[in-house]
Nanobody, 118 residues
Framework: QVQLVESGGDLVQPGGSLRLSCVTS????????MSWYRQAPGKERELVAV????????NYADSVNGRFTISRDNAKNTVYLQMNSLKPEDTAVYYC???????????WGQGTQVTVSS
């Protein structure tokens, strides 16, 4: 059974930092492209950051580029999202995603709430 479990969401003041973690089990982690998405109230889910299976390639949404960093530890089956200089517009539920497009495999975590407010 595949599981993705996010953690690290919290209430933080503008300008603050958080580190999200997503621990996976039940899949061959190193074979998957890992992503973080977010969904704010009343808005569609949007892609925040992507990291390739080896960690060599990353991509970011324009809105977070330069502030967020995605990384992975294949030995720990875990992907991270370091979020710095947080803004109120970063408030959302953040979701972890694991994907192997060639095999049409796509898994999601349950989400973790990030709230940026003074």
């Amino acid at each position: 059974q595949v599981q993705l479990v996010e953690s690290g969401g919290d209430l933080v003041q503008p300008g603050g930092s958080l580190r999200l973690s997503c621990v996976t089990s039940g899949l061959t982690f190193w074979q998957y492209t890992m992503s973080w998405y977010r969904q704010a109230p009343g808005k569609e889910r949007e892609l925040v950051a992507v990291i390739g299976s080896t960690g060599a390639t990353t991509n970011y949404a324009d809105s977070v580029n330069g502030r967020f960093t995605i990384s992975r530890d294949n030995a720990k089956n875990t992907v991270y999202l370091q979020m710095n200089s947080l803004k109120p517009e970063d408030t959302a539920v953040y979701y972890c995603n694991a994907r192997r497009r060639l095999y049409n495999l796509d898994y999601w975590g349950q989400g973790t709430q990030v709230t940026v407010s003074s």
